[in-house]
């Protein structure tokens, strides 16, 4: 996707009904008249969204990313894979869509839990086949992860990259369980970097900005089994999967397995 993620993109090329099934249960949309509101007619809605509080604005902006992220020809595809990893043939109702916008945002609705896959993750946010590592042998309980744990993480996390790289402050964190499956999705603040952007005056300026990188952990207690989604080196995947143990499961890591030779 080549275009930066905005509200408006999203709301734009995405049906009144969608939307209207998606904010059904946000009161500032109770009064809004869905059948005179004509399609792409953003603002009504835009200005609704703003009335929200703040954590649900970002938690909606996490979940209109991966919609903005999934919204081409290759997104389809990978919704349409991940959809069958489970055993969901979604094709034909994908292909009714009317473009790639409302076939990602259906899929927000009908199968939210696709949007936080594997597959899914390392589409959207660049990970390759290397980035993925699982680890089976932890102590197979059922894990309660507390904010305390997250706030744990999160600080092994920024310690982790600002001893020499000085990353990963203003590190942030969503967490959902879905199916017994907790997903942590971390993304620090990476190097300083400059891009233009259009202010509120209309001119093109050169803005100071810190693009955020991602980590992403799937805990399957009752297997015992953790998985990451993590770009960098082995020493540093080593640290990741030690900090994720002693902060959330409070225990030792699992180690990596040796490979087999023959």
Known sequence: MSRSYTPRFVVGRT????????????????????EKLKENDVEPILERLQVLKEAQRRQIGVAWRKVHALADAQGTA???????????????????????????????LEYPHLLDSQRIYAHIYAFSKPCLETRVGFPQRKVIITKAKLNDL????????????????MCKMDYRERDGIHLIHAYPSDYDDEIESYGSDGELNTVSVKPPF??????????????????????????????????????????KPEKKTY
């Open 15 to 34: 049906s009144n009904a969608l939307l209207q099934r998606f904010f059904s249960d946000h009161r500032p949309f109770d009064d809004l008249d869905w």
């Open 154 to 169: 999160r600080q092994q996390i920024q310690s982790l990259y600002q001893k020499e790289e000085q990353r990963g402050d």
């Open 78 to 108: 990978v919704l349409i894979a991940a959809a069958r990893d489970i055993g969901l043939n979604i094709a034909d109702q994908l292909t009714a869509k009317r473009n790639a916008y409302e076939r990602a945002f259906w899929c927000l």
């Open 214 to 255: 991602h980590i992403a952990f799937y805990l399957d207690g009752s297997a015992g089994s953790v998985a990451m989604l993590a770009k960098g080196g082995a020493d540093k995947r080593e640290a990741l999967f030690k900090g994720f143990s002693t902060s959330i499961l409070r225990c030792p890591t699992v180690p």
